[in-house]
């Protein structure tokens, strides 16, 4: 099965510093590559996600790229604000021949700090 | 607009003990699925369904059952619970978007200790 990488476990910068998170996956046929991002006592939420036929995509303060060729993908967050605090998490998607569900299989989390 | 409702929220079991975790959306999703979390392994699939009547195993199935009866509910059940299964446990739903995924929506967890 899919197998993904997440790097790093824990991560500190300072209020209006960039971040950065990376991740690897190991199947080819994943096509669907989302974040999300956890605060403290409650459930994940997207935060952006890309598909394989985009090479990066932004929104706001926060952009991901993707190299299919390299099989990883990054989350990369500017001017980083206290409010960032929190866990991020990678997945990928397999998408079996397109007529099923494709079942996210997710990294292992990165801690974010933004110090003021 | 509730979401994804989870209870309980927090739970406290003896081993060999039995319970059912309830997740219930009001989204009209067709797709379910339950997810546990452990410290630096990330969200590791249990099960999942794509429409009432319809389950299959995640990743770590081994202990779980799960049914599908309505769109709505998607109850998670331990048969005989185990240390092992210390973990906070994550419902969450999405619309099936065929083979390429979409947007999960989770509820706000519920941790298990099992003694």
């Known amino acids: 099965g899919e197998n993904v990488e997440q790097h790093p476990s824990t991560l500190s910068v300072q209020e209006g510093d960039s971040a950065v998170i990376k991740c690897t996956y190991s199947d080819s046929a994943s096509n669907y590559f989302p974040w999300y991002k956890q605060e403290l006592g409650k459930g994940p939420q997207l935060i952006i996600d890309?598909?394989?036929?985009?090479g990066e995509k932004k929104d706001q303060r926060i952009a991901v790229t993707l190299n299919k060729t390299a099989k990883h993908f990054s989350l990369h967050i500017t001017e980083t604000q206290p409010e960032d605090s929190a866990v991020y998490f990678c997945?990928?998607?397999?998408?079996?021949?397109?007529?099923?569900?494709?079942?996210?299989?997710f990294g292992q989390g990165t801690i974010l700090t933004v110090h003021p | 607009n509730a979401g994804v409702t989870q209870t309980p929220k927090f739970q406290v079991l003896k081993t060999g003990q039995s319970m059912t975790l309830q997740c219930a959306q009001d989204m009209n999703h067709e797709y379910m699925s339950w997810y546990r979390q452990d410290p630096g392994m990330g969200l590791r699939l249990i099960h999942y369904?794509?429409?009432?009547?319809?389950?299959d195993q995640g990743e770590v199935p081994n202990g779980y059952n799960v049914s599908r009866s309505t769109t709505e509910d998607f109850p998670l059940r331990l048969l005989s619970a185990a240390p092992s299964q210390t973990s906070v446990y994550f419902c969450a739903s999405s619309y099936f978007y065929r083979g390429l995924g979409g947007e999960l929506f989770f509820g706000e967890g519920s941790r298990l200790t099992v003694l």
């Open positions: 890309i598909r394989s036929n985009v």
């Open positions: 997945a990928a998607s397999i998408s079996p021949g397109g007529t099923s569900y494709g079942k996210l299989t």
């Open positions: 369904s794509v429409g009432a009547g319809i389950t």
